[in-house]
């Protein structure tokens, strides 16, 4: 797995040369960088993968092109037992590796802890989302706090940096689909007894776009969230101003951070019908 290894760990530079090879690098999480880094490794072995077929074509056509004057047909042999083992085990061995990496991120990136940092479940529903802060993963945890949108109000989930954050999902009506752009990573929201769980860690500090990504009625589009990352210590201080009684935007405003959602431009939640 070494070989492997050092594509992936060389793929990181490459990568940032070539931009990402069409993958975002603008990712706030811990989970979202390893996929960055997988991706470019994986591009970077293909394409070495595809220089090296290359190379020998061209090779075969300069080495074995038909000469002036030539009129016997080159030596014919039945097999090359050495060249049909290499074209055999050498795709199996780069097929392996891959798979190995891919199977290894992809652990990591749903694995759930057994006590994250902080708990919110996601509600979706026809059009807008509701989250609700909760004491534990577990399903009787206490609720805290929620913050339901409507349409004059673009919901906030608040999250604190550098601490694992739980997201329990589900939807009261059809399949929706919770996505941060930022985040590079999104998870369907499914009506009925299915819950969906995912945690992330992340490192920086903002105020980010949400997104519905699954097409669910007339209004999807304007089916907008934020997601505000703040301190550790600002989180707590959040999650105590909601104890107290404060609504979210007077919670935010506590905490010195805006009321309310500042980075949905262009995509207003309010509807008209037309």
């Known amino acids: 797995m070494s070989v492997g290894a050092v594509t992936l760990l060389a793929g990181c530079n490459v990568g940032d040369a070539f931009g990402g090879f069409g993958w975002p690098k603008g990712g706030i999480t811990e989970q979202s960088e390893r996929m960055y880094d997988l991706w470019v490794g994986s591009v970077v072995a293909a394409l070495a993968v595809g220089v090296f077929v290359w190379g020998l074509i061209f ?30 085990v050498l795709p ?8 190995y990496y891919t199977a ?26 509701q989250f609700n802060y ?27 940096v ?29 009506p009925g007894n299915v819950v969906n769980q995912f945690e992330v860690t992340v490192t920086q500090p903002g105020a980010y776009v949400g997104r519905c990504a699954e097409l669910c009625g007339t209004y999807h589009s304007m089916m907008n969230f934020e997601l505000r990352a703040v301190t550790p210590e600002k989180y707590q201080q959040f999650v105590a101003a909601l104890k107290a009684g404060k609504n979210t935007p007077q919670a935010l405003t506590a905490i010195g951070e805006p009321a309310f959602a500042t980075k949905t431009v262009p995509f207003p939640t309010l509807r008209t019908a037309n």
């Open 92 to 99: 199996f061995l780069v097929i392996s590796v891959l798979f």
């Open 162 to 190: 550098g601490q694992t954050v739980r997201f329990v999902e589900h939807s009261a009506d059809v399949i929706h689909s919770f996505w941060v752009p930022e985040l590079l990573f999104k998870r369907d929201v499914f």
């Open 59 to 88: 090779w075969c056509i300069a080495a074995y092109r038909r000469k002036r004057g030539d009129v016997d047909l080159p030596t014919q042999t039945r097999f090359n037992l050495p060249i049909e083992i290499l074209y055999t």
């Open 134 to 160: 909760l004491a534990s993963p577990e399903p009787d945890a206490e609720r805290v706090e929620s913050t339901p949108g409507d349409s004059n109000y673009i919901p906030i989930v608040v999250v604190p």
């Open 104 to 129: 290894i991120i992809q652990t990591d990136v749903d694995r759930l802890s057994k006590n994250p940092d902080a708990t919110v479940e996601v509600v979706a529903f026809k059009w807008n989302w």
